[in-house]
C-alpha cells in the first residue's frame, strides 16, 4: 500500500524566507503528484499537478519538484509571505482504475510570522 | 476554471436525521469524490462516482449512501446520523489525468 510521509509535520518561518516542503512516497510507479493547500476550516486548493514524466511545475512563487526514482517530491514557495500560511498536502496518484488511487500525506502546517 | 460547489459550509443536525450533502460541479467531469476530514486521520473517501448512476464504495462507506442521478451532482447521503458522523466532509472532482478539484467543504455537526 503506497504511504505518503510529509516532513516537517510544522513549521514556522519570518516572512520572506525562502522554504521547501518535503513529500515522500514508498511506491514510486505513480500517475501524477498533486500539492494542495488547506485553509482552516476550508476545503483544499489545488496548487500544482505533477504529471509522472514530469520533472517540475512551476506557478508564481511555487515550484514543485519530482523524483520518482527516490520516491521523493518537494514544494519550494519563495519569498514567503503571512498569506501562504496554510496546511500543505501532497497527494499521489497511482496508475490504477478504481476509487483507492490516491493517497493523501499527513500535511505540513506552515506559519510565516510578519 | 472548474468550480466545484458544495451547498452548505456548516450544518448541525440531530441524532437520527437523514441528512443529504449536496455537491455540483460545473466542468463535465466523469469523476466524482466525496472523503470526510478528520484530525490525526486525514481524509478518507467514502464513496466514488465515475458515472451517471455509477458508484463504488471507499474506504469508510458504512452509514453513508449516494446519489448521482445527472453528471454534476453528486450527493452524499446519511441515512441515520449519529454522533460519530460529525465531520469536515470534502467533495472533489476529476477528469482523465488531470487533477482533483475540492469544494469548500460542509462542516456538519451532528448533536
Known amino acids: 500500500k503506497q504511504e505518503v510521509t510529509q516532513i516537517p509535520a510544522a513549521l514556522s518561518v519570518p516572512e520572506g524566507e525562502n522554504l521547501v516542503l518535503n513529500c515522500s512516497f514508498t511506491d514510486s510507479a505513480i500517475y501524477n503528484l498533486q500539492w494542495f493547500r488547506q485553509d482552516p476550516g476550508k476545503g483544499l486548493t489545488s496548487l500544482l499537478l505533477?504529471?509522472?514524466?514530469?520533472r517540475e511545475q512551476t506557478s508564481g512563487r511555487l515550484n514543485a519538484s519530482l523524483d520518482k526514482s527516490s520516491g521523493r517530491s518537494t514544494l519550494y514557495i519563495a519569498a514567503s509571505q503571512p498569506g501562504d500560511s496554510a496546511t500543505y498536502l501532497c497527494?499521489?496518484?497511482?496508475?490504477?482504475?478504481?476509487?483507492?488511487?490516491?493517497?493523501f500525506g499527513t500535511g505540513t502546517r506552515l506559519t510565516v510570522i510578519p | 476554471d472548474v468550480k466545484v460547489t458544495q451547498s452548505s459550509r456548516y450544518l448541525v443536525k440531530r441524532t437520527g436525521e437523514k441528512v443529504f450533502l449536496e455537491c455540483v460541479q460545473d466542468m463535465d467531469h466523469e469523476n466524482m469524490f466525496w472523503y470526510r476530514q478528520d484530525p490525526g486521520l486525514g481524509l478518507r473517501l467514502i464513496y466514488f462516482?465515475?458515472?451517471?448512476?455509477?458508484?463504488e464504495k471507499g474506504d469508510i462507506p458504512e452509514g453513508y449512501s449516494v446519489s448521482r442521478e445527472k453528471k454534476e451532482r453528486f450527493s452524499l447521503i446519511l441515512e441515520s446520523a449519529s454522533t460519530n458522523q460529525t465531520s469536515m466532509y470534502l467533495c472533489a472532482s476529476r477528469t482523465g489525468n488531470y487533477g482533483y478539484t475540492f469544494g469548500s467543504g460542509t462542516r456538519l455537526t451532528v448533536v
Open positions: 505533477i504529471q509522472s514524466s514530469q
Open positions: 497527494a499521489v496518484r497511482l496508475p490504477r482504475g478504481g476509487a483507492n488511487n490516491l493517497f
Open positions: 462516482s465515475y458515472d451517471v448512476k455509477m458508484k
